[in-house]
């Protein structure tokens, strides 16, 4: 959708910002440059509207070489999304909103429905129409931007950091947010951010560039973390490196052992056996299918079931769309140093262990 | 000779039977006044523009408006009448002149002051630079735009007293009367006279500013 060939940008006086740079980012997909301050990941995000020009290089989109085109016209199908927001001072919100359509020079009515209909989708209440952008707060403020860059349906939004003027709890639910709505959407979006974390959890792709506009790697978040291509990127993903991937990574997507399961009924020699075979000094009990607790061999008497002895309970359960990490936490939290995988109504699906997650960070 | 003062400050029977002068006089200052506004704001928002467009212009461009800001104005006005005579022309070439520099500079330090986010914003959404002056940035700079003109206006008024001088009447035309007959009442009513007109000129162009901009109000 958007293709970048061999592009330069050197500034006058002769610094480099972007270094003959090859990317391509797939339709419906966001791809997040990520980096240090001056590596030209915003001057790359505005070369694709034209804002800044390339030296040399070709940049497409839907095929078409930007510079082949009038900026005004290729401009208004890009949404344009910054951290300042800029949103106009002088007009209402739903004036801001309608900024686009306005240009393009839609009719009255047209314009007001999809005013109305944007504000809905990005959250905001009706109220706040006809107030001006000093009477809302910042992270208000952002969703006007984001419904400003919308309106007029572009297939390409340029975003630049634009939720790093919020306080980090409206951040982390204008993500969840961003994430929901371009589910719904698919835009084909450049996503600039300077913070590891946001481009782990925004992008489908990533570019990390260096110094000097170098792109060091180009690849999937969960790719980049199992394998990335150098000591530069190893250094820029820091420490966690396995815990962000974890992070990315489903229960549903690896193995549930079946676990020492025994049925409340059983006595002591079965469950014994049962422990045995799987190497544990406990059992869990699972009734008809439903996870009751876990039991440990000690304290089952002889001649006794599973069920007079005291029962115990898994305080953190997982389910099939939680992540690795989740289970992780689960695991260090319990006496039995497993997790149990369950599905809605607490039917049991079986036993996660450190074996499974050591896998997954080798 | 009576002293200046030792009779009544105002003679309201001289007002009463002078009304017509008050009227004429004030119709002279108006347009004393309006004329070079206008014509002063026409010349001096090309200029801004051009100063905001190719930024080297600006210093010189203040540095000249500057000197003739500093020419005395009976001096300029001295000046002029080899030219144009003790015509109407003579008074108001210079007082227009006298308007550039206030309405240049706070013009362009007006546009200078739209925040460079809103401008990046109105730019990468598909303004043309045309638009984005009469849609974005003129309607931001219209409150340090109209302060110039509010000051200009107050200043030219009372620069126009001077020209009853050069034969051009407005309210100086009181001063001289009063002065050359020792007699207070035409300098009262011609001092009254000047500073309600600078009110109404600053209140009015106060107006049209609140009228203008309903984004700032109950800020």
Redesign the interface.
């Known amino acids: 959708m958007i293709s970048f060939e061999r592009v330069t940008k050197r500034f006058p006086g002769g610094t480099v910002a972007v270094d003959d740079l090859t990317l391509d980012v797939p339709e419906g997909e966001v791809v997040v440059l990520v980096g240090p301050s001056g590596c030209g990941k915003t001057t790359t995000m505005r070369m694709v509207?034209r804002?800044t020009e390339p030296t040399s290089g070709t940049i497409t989109v839907d095929g078409r070489d930007v510079m082949a085109q009038d900026?005004?016209?290729?401009?208004?199908r890009?949404g344009?999304v910054?951290q300042?927001?800029?949103?106009?001072?002088?007009?209402?919100i739903a004036q801001n909103v309608a900024?686009?359509p306005q240009?393009l020079g839609w009719d009255d009515r047209r314009t007001t429905a999809r005013v109305r209909e944007l504000m809905e989708l990005v959250g905001l209440p009706e109220g706040v129409a006809d107030r001006?952008p000093?009477q809302l707060s910042g992270g208000q403020r952002q969703r006007v931007g984001v419904a400003?860059a919308l309106a007029a349906d572009p297939p390409v939004m340029?975003m630049d950091e634009p939720f790093g003027a919020v306080d980090p709890i409206v951040r982390g639910r204008l993500q969840e947010e961003f994430l929901r709505l371009q589910r719904e959407v698919r835009k084909t979006i450049i996503f600039v951010t300077h913070d590891i974390d946001e481009a782990i959890l925004m992008g489908d792709r990533i570019a990390i560039f260096s110094q000097g506009g170098v792109l060091e790697q180009y690849a999937a978040p969960r790719e980049l973390l199992a394998d990335p291509a150098n000591d530069f990127v190893i250094e820029f993903l820091g420490s966690e490196r396995g815990l962000k991937r974890l992070a990315l990574i489903k229960v549903s997507e690896v193995h549930a052992e079946p676990g020492p399961v025994v049925n409340p009924n059983a006595g002591r020699t079965v469950a014994r056996d049962v422990a045995l075979a799987f190497g544990t000094d406990y059992v869990v009990v699972v009734d008809d299918g439903r996870l009751r607790g876990w039991v440990s061999l000690h304290e089952i008497d002889d001649g006794q079931t599973v069920a007079d002895a005291p029962l115990r309970r898994f305080a953190l359960q997982v389910s099939a769309e939680d992540s690795l990490r989740a289970a992780l936490n689960a695991m260090i939290t319990s006496r039995t140093g497993v997790t149990v995988r369950v599905s809605s109504g607490d039917r049991y699906q079986g036993i996660l262990t450190q074996d499974v997650i050591a896998k997954e960070i080798m | 000779m009576t002293p200046l003062l030792a009779q009544e400050l105002v003679d309201w029977s001289w007002v009463a039977s002078h009304l017509d002068d008050v009227q004429s006089r004030t119709a002279e200052h108006l347009v004393l006044t309006v004329v070079p506004l206008v014509v002063g704001f026409a010349i001096a928002f090309p200029l801004a523009l051009a100063a905001r467009r190719w930024e080297p212009l600006y210093g010189p461009m203040l540095a000249f408006s500057g000197v003739l800001f500093t020419i005395p104005s009976l001096a300029l006005f001295a000046l002029m009448i080899p030219v144009t005579g003790l015509s109407r022309l003579t008074a108001l070439i210079p007082l227009t002149m006298y308007t550039l520099l206030l309405l240049v500079r706070n013009t362009v330090e007006g546009l200078r002051g739209v925040p460079t986010d809103v401008r990046e914003a109105a730019l990468a959404m598909g303004y043309s630079r045309r638009r984005l002056l009469r849609e974005v940035e003129l309607p931001l700079a219209l409150p340090v735009i109209v302060a110039g003109l509010r000051i200009t206006a107050v200043t030219t008024i009372g620069l126009v007293t001077v020209t009853a001088l050069i034969g051009q009447g407005g309210f100086g035309q009181f001063f001289l009367d009063g002065f050359i007959r020792r007699f207070s009442t035409p300098i009262m009513v011609g001092l009254v006279l000047s500073v309600a007109l600078a009110v109404v000129f600053d209140l009015g162009l106060l107006a049209v500013q609140w009228a203008m901009t309903p984004w700032q109000r109950g800020r």
């Open positions: 509207n804002m900026p005004a016209t290729l401009r208004r890009v344009y910054i300042q927001v800029g949103l106009f001072p002088h007009r209402t900024t686009v240009l001006y000093h400003r340029l």
